[in-house]
Structures are given as C-alpha cells and as structure tokens.
C-alpha cells in the first residue's frame, strides 16, 4: 500500500529522499514544472521540458541529477495501493505507458495550468501520509493517485479496456480464482488448493495466469496475501502475532520471514514507518 511525493532538487536532495519512491515494486510520475529539468533513467540523463508528466514503469532506474537545481515533483505508489479492485488491476496492467515492455518512461505535454493542480495534489498527498491512520485520508489519497494516473491516460491517448482482455472462458476461469484467492488466502496459500476448487491442473492454471495476467498463480497467492498483510498491520490495533495468527500462521517468525522477503522490512517496521 505504498504512496508519496516529494519534491527533488538534485544539488540539494537527501539520499533517503528519493529511495522509496525508486523500490522496483512502485509506478513513478513525474511533474516538471515551469523551466524544466534533468533526471537520471537508467544511468542517463535526460532532459525533460517544461510542463511535462513523465510515466516510468515497475522496474526502470531513476535518480536525480546531482548537478540539477532545478526541482521536480516525483509521486509514486505501488500496485497494492493502487488496485483496489480488479478492474484497477486490469487497468494498470493494460496501461501501455507503464509498461516496460513498450516504454522505458514515457513524456506527456499537459498545459501549463496544470502546474497549480500538481501543487495542490502534492500538499493533499504529504497530508494524507501523515494521517494515513484515518480512513478518510486513505481514500483521498487512493482517489487523487488514481486521477492523476486517469489524467495521464487521457493525455497520452492510451485508455485501456475497463476490464480484462476478452471475455472467454479461461478470463472468466483467472476472475474466479482471483476471487478464490480473497476468499481463502488467510487459510489457503497452495497452488494446488484453487486449482482443485476450479477444476483444473496445476499446469493449465500456471499457463492461464502467465498469459492472461502475467504472473504464475503462486506469484498472485503472494501479492493477495502481502496486500492483507499490510492491510492489518497499517489499519489494525492488532498485535502484529495476532496478525499472524489471522493470517493463518501458527508461528509469528514464519510470518515475520514472508514479510521481510517480501518487503524487506520486518512486520514492526513496516507498522512504524507508516504510523510516522
């Protein structure tokens, strides 16, 4: 569930400043404002106009120009945060300008009143950080990162499809084991198991995944099961061994070892940096 911004001056900018926002699993937008500016993609510098968005996939490299004193604003958040539906998963996986397959980054021109707008969502987003505790300021900043990432889609002429590609028999088969997956992965996390209750083989499963998702079944267990996870552990008073025990672990170690694997940082971290 991981979102931010910051502002980056490259002469000026604290190590840790951009570091979150450039881990592998998070979508990065950029705003250059009035000026423009030049930024690092992999090991590059680039040079990027004034009033311009720039969208970076899962996985590509950027840092800030050391030399660079002109600013730029980076907001960035992670599937889990964004998806909160699977029609938001299906739309980000869709959205071709997050795609590393066909972009490295990708510029959009936006008019130049849109700095304003960027100003305003930057302020609402670092509020909504500071009080993520509070339902209300979840859903702002949910609501103001899908728009921005809409709005972007609209410049770039680049809607995806409001679902899943095709609407055959095997995408209706991967729909219902997403749905499976939210219904038992507290308990369920074997392969084996959803494949059982949907009447196919491991293989045919693994195959439908990879070709209609992208990832294997044991790759989508994992994403649902981290997504619940940081749920509890952000949004509820539970002890973070009550969490595990919800999570159907017997032995809160195993869980804090899928957590740090995951995410690279323990249960209680991940609570206190988020409680900031």
């Not at 609501?143 to 972007?152: D, E, F, P, Y």
């Not at 499976?180 to 369920?188: A, F, N």
């Not at 009447?199 to 994992?222: D, R, S």
Request: aromatic share 10%; charged share 25%; hydrophobic share 40%.
């Amino acid at each position: 569930m991981e979102f931010g911004v910051h502002r980056v001056i490259g002469v000026a900018q604290e190590p840790s400043e951009i570091k979150d926002a450039t881990a592998k699993e998070n979508y990065v937008v950029l705003f250059v404002s009035k000026g423009g500016c030049s930024v690092e993609v992999n090991n590059q510098i680039t040079e990027i106009e004034e009033f311009c968005l720039v969208l970076i996939p899962r996985g590509i490299k950027i840092e800030a120009n050391p030399d660079e004193q002109r600013s730029f604003l980076i907001i960035y958040f992670s599937e889990s945060f964004f998806a909160r539906t699977e029609i938001d998963t299906a739309f980000l996986h869709n959205f071709k300008s997050f795609n590393k397959n066909e972009y490295t980054y990708r510029v959009l021109r936006v008019p130049a009143e849109y700095a304003s707008y960027y100003e305003f969502v930057s302020m609402q987003l670092k509020l909504s950080k500071q009080n993520y505790n509070l339902a209300i300021y979840r859903d702002l900043a949910h609501n103001i990162v899908k728009q921005i990432v809409l709005l972007a889609a609209i410049s770039a002429e680049d809607r995806p499809s409001n679902g899943l590609v095709g609407q055959g028999a095997d995408t209706k088969l991967i729909t219902l084991f997403q749905e499976l997956i939210k219904k038992h992965v507290k308990h369920e996390k074997q392969v084996a198991f959803y494949a059982e209750q949907l009447k196919v083989g491991n293989k045919k499963l693994t195959n439908l995944t990879k070709e209609i998702l992208g990832a294997t079944p044991k790759e989508l267990i994992v994403k649902e099961l981290l997504r619940v996870s940081k749920k509890l552990i952000v949004e509820s008073s539970m002890s973070i061994k009550q969490i595990a025990w919800e999570l159907g672990y017997a032995d809160v170690n195993n869980f804090s070892t899928f957590f740090l694997k995951e995410t690279t940082l323990t249960p209680t971290e991940y609570r206190r940096r988020w409680q900031k």
